[in-house]
């Protein structure tokens, strides 16, 4: 069984401000880990994922994640944040990397960017 | 490369009425995913279909709810005799086989 847990439900940042947003999961094989951006009423859009090898990913919009076994943690961070950074984040877990099969989401974290 | 079609974008049903969703694959991927997104939840799995096949509907509704992907069309995820819990945002993803997944933009369903 998976299970996803993102820690705070809103998160709010001034423009500039480092952006930390975080996930920890449970997985009872070796996870696949992916972070998911939603706009309004859009869908969602892949920003980067772990399956094996490098434990630190990078995505697009210069995000970036790291993969802790010991804490089970996938935390999602921007050195900068940007208005257009403004949407809700999803972290998810998968026993199948590349694939939407199964894929377990947390409860997403809305991310709101000040100025 | 059009992306994943869904359609309706919005759609209204009273309840008892039946509600159909369709999701049109990009172009090349024979796997389609179907997921529901309650208010202020996380999208949940409901079912993973190939072609002709249902792989997966370990996340489906027992009654009410069906899909499929026939050999020709679009995925249709058809919910009968609606009632207000079904009101949700319904995503659709479709891959290659073992490759990356993408989402639609959902099709968002309100019972009345």
């Known amino acids: 069984a998976q299970s996803v847990t993102q820690l705070g439900s809103h998160v709010s940042v001034s423009e500039g401000a480092l952006v930390l947003l975080r996930c920890n999961y449970s997985?009872?094989?070796?996870?696949?880990l992916f972070w998911y951006v939603q706009y309004p009423n859009q869908g969602l859009q892949l920003l980067l994922k772990?399956?094996?090898?490098?434990?630190l990913v990078k995505g697009i919009n210069g995000f970036e994640a790291e993969f802790k076994k010991s804490e089970t943690s996938f935390h999602l961070t921007k050195p900068s944040a940007h208005m257009s950074d403004a949407a809700e984040y999803f972290c998810?877990?998968?026993?199948?990397?590349?694939?939407?099969?199964?894929?377990?989401f947390g409860t997403g974290t809305r991310l709101q960017v000040t100025l | 490369n059009a992306g994943v079609m869904q359609n309706p974008r919005h759609l209204v049903r009273r309840r008892g009425q039946e509600a159909r969703l369709r999701c049109s694959p990009m172009?090349?991927?024979?796997?389609v995913y179907w997921y529901r997104q309650l208010p202020e939840e996380g999208l949940k799995f409901m079912v993973y279909?190939?072609?002709?096949?249902?792989?997966?509907e370990s996340g489906m509704p027992k009654e009410r709810f069906s899909a499929e992907f026939p050999k020709e069309g679009p995925s249709i995820l058809r919910i009968q005799q609606v009632v207000r819990g079904d009101s949700a945002a319904y995503f659709c993803?479709?891959?290659?086989?073992?490759?990356?997944?993408?989402f639609g933009q959902g099709t968002r369903l309100t019972v009345v």
């Open positions: 997985s009872s094989v070796p996870p696949y």
């Open positions: 998810a877990v998968s026993p199948y990397t590349g694939t939407a099969s199964k894929l377990t």
């Open positions: 993803a479709s891959s290659p086989p073992f490759g990356e997944a993408f």
């Open positions: 279909l190939q072609k002709e096949n249902i792989i997966d």
């Open positions: 172009k090349g991927h024979s796997h």
């Open positions: 772990y399956t094996t090898g490098a434990t």
